[in-house]
């Protein structure tokens, strides 16, 4: 059902007709699944391309010579030494060192694009225009789709659009023409597969994803498909993995913070909450997110408690589900340190039961991603 | 009518009244999408109407399964235990989840009825 509220993505017509049931995220209205079902569409995009409607992310230009140095007053993340056409993760992080957002970011000729989260784009968009909007253009992109073609097959599906992105390497991008319309492409996703997200004028998405879905490897995937694969993947959710109240220590994405923003680099410190995380560098956390696989069949979802054998709270699931591709229940949860290495046996409490689940490196299953 | 319908998407067939099956409607698992657990009440264990009785989880939710009447449950779906795909693929047949002992024929016929139900999923 249509809520007048909801905006829509240029792909809304579209997913109606492909019969997909639709839900409200973020403000949208989005595809959760079509009719062959998440499972189906999970096990598509590890085996063959899916393709997804990811419009409603925030797509943000920062141009200006300053910019990269602006950026990097709000993040704790190496954007000035960043590479022509490179893409980097990033955070936005405020005084305690908690994440508001997580983001991508990529420098093109003529700006940094940021790739931020749909249900934080009007606060980041503030956040920027507030902070650094006096040394840099802060442009809001409105303008422009994004889809996401993830799967071991995309690149064979792209290529016969423009061969050229074939040599495209993880975390690279280039300008592309893609059925006639501009497209900026990224190597990248949040699957943990092979891929590309594709930032395409809104009047011209509708016919590349017609396009793409025309071709027999790839099937269209909604939101429900995207939270399991990212969630094998051992990716964070925003707003459920991370979020203002933890930092990037403890939700152990520090790989994130390059040596020279951080104690003793060139450019150190100088973003919010500094201090905080330059101490948890030092001096440890008290929990922090870990990766969990059920020894029985239950799914155990966000909210779950960890304990220990005798009783004791060791923390909670932030997300969780019964994996497609190892068969088992994963999960993400935050868990005191002194029980988060890999192998500790804990119990969740799943509707008054005790649940058996062991501490696990991430991915859940393994990254495929093109490096050349 | 030997079957009937619950308000929480269930049905409940009465053919045997000393074991009654239920499972879940075709509207229930569709709006469930892929069954991947279900977690059945243990046999010889009591139940009022409306009680919570089990777990029926796919990969984006768990929902509760409720007891239709007053009853004990006598038999539990073991292959649907193995392969909660079942629910998905005949909810109204192999996808059966438990069998109960009704106590109280009156709660059965309370319920809805085939063309009842029909009503309630269209405008829902």
């Known amino acids: 059902m249509s809520t007048p509220e909801l905006s829509k993505t240029p792909l809304h017509a579209l997913h109606l007709e492909l019969g997909a049931k639709m839900v409200a995220f973020a403000g949208y209205e989005m595809p959760v699944s079509y009719p062959s079902g998440v499972l189906a569409e999970h096990r598509h995009c590890r085996a063959s391309a899916a393709l997804f409607d990811v419009s409603h992310m925030g797509q943000i230009r920062l141009a200006g010579t300053d910019a990269a140095a602006a950026l990097e007053t709000l993040l704790p993340v190496d954007v000035v030494d960043l590479g022509m056409s490179r893409q980097r993760y990033g955070l936005f992080t405020n005084s305690s060192g908690g994440i508001l957002d997580d983001l991508m970011v990529t420098r093109r000729e003529d700006d940094l694009l940021l790739v931020v989260n749909a249900s934080n784009k009007d606060a980041d968009l503030k956040h920027l225009v507030t902070h650094i909007g006096h040394r840099c253009r802060v442009v809001a992109m409105p303008e422009q789709a994004l889809l996401a073609l993830q799967g071991p097959k995309a690149v064979g599906v792209l290529s016969r659009l423009d061969p050229e992105l074939a040599d495209l390497t993880f975390l690279t991008g280039r300008r592309s023409t893609l059925n006639g319309a501009e497209c900026y492409v990224t190597r990248s996703g949040y699957t943990g597969e092979d891929g590309f997200e594709i930032s395409v004028p809104a009047e011209q998405a509708e016919s590349l994803a017609r396009a793409l879905l025309a071709r027999p490897e790839v099937r269209p995937a909604g939101l429900g498909a995207r939270d399991t694969l990212r969630l094998e993947a051992g990716m964070c959710l925003h707003g459920h993995d991370i979020d203002a109240n933890t930092t990037p220590i403890e939700a152990g994405l520090g790989w994130a913070i390059q040596k020279v923003r951080r104690d003793g680099g060139a450019r150190h410190g100088g973003y919010p909450g500094a201090e905080a995380i330059d101490g948890q560098l030092a001096r440890g956390v008290s929990s922090k997110r870990v990766g969990l696989v059920g020894l029985e069949r239950a799914p155990v979802r966000a909210g779950a408690i960890i304990k220990d054998g005798r009783g004791h709270k060791l923390g909670h699931v932030t997300s969780g589900t019964l994996s497609p591709t190892v068969d088992q229940p994963i999960a993400m949860a935050y868990l005191a340190t002194n029980h988060t290495q890999a192998g500790t046996e804990v119990l969740a409490e799943v509707r008054g039961k005790l649940l058996p689940m062991r501490v696990s490196a991430m991915p859940f299953t393994p990254h495929r991603y093109f490096r050349g | ?124």
Request: aromatic share 8%; charged share 25%; hydrophobic share 40%.
């Open chain 2, 1 to 124: 009518m030997t079957t009937m319908y619950t308000l929480e998407h269930e049905w409940i067939n009465i053919e045997d009244h000393e074991a009654a099956t239920v499972g879940i409607t075709h509207h229930a698992q569709d709006a469930l999408g892929d069954v991947v657990f279900v977690d059945l009440p243990a046999v010889g264990s009591t139940f009022k109407k409306g009680d919570v009785a089990g777990v029926v989880e796919s990969v984006k939710a768990a929902a509760d399964l409720y007891m239709p009447v007053s009853g004990e449950v006598v038999e539990v779906n073991e292959a649907l235990r193995g392969d909660p795909s079942l629910a998905n693929s005949d909810p109204l047949g192999h996808g059966w989840f438990f069998k109960v002992h009704v106590s109280n024929m009156a709660e059965f016929e309370q319920l809805m009825d085939g063309p009842e139900y029909d009503k309630l999923v269209k405008n829902s």
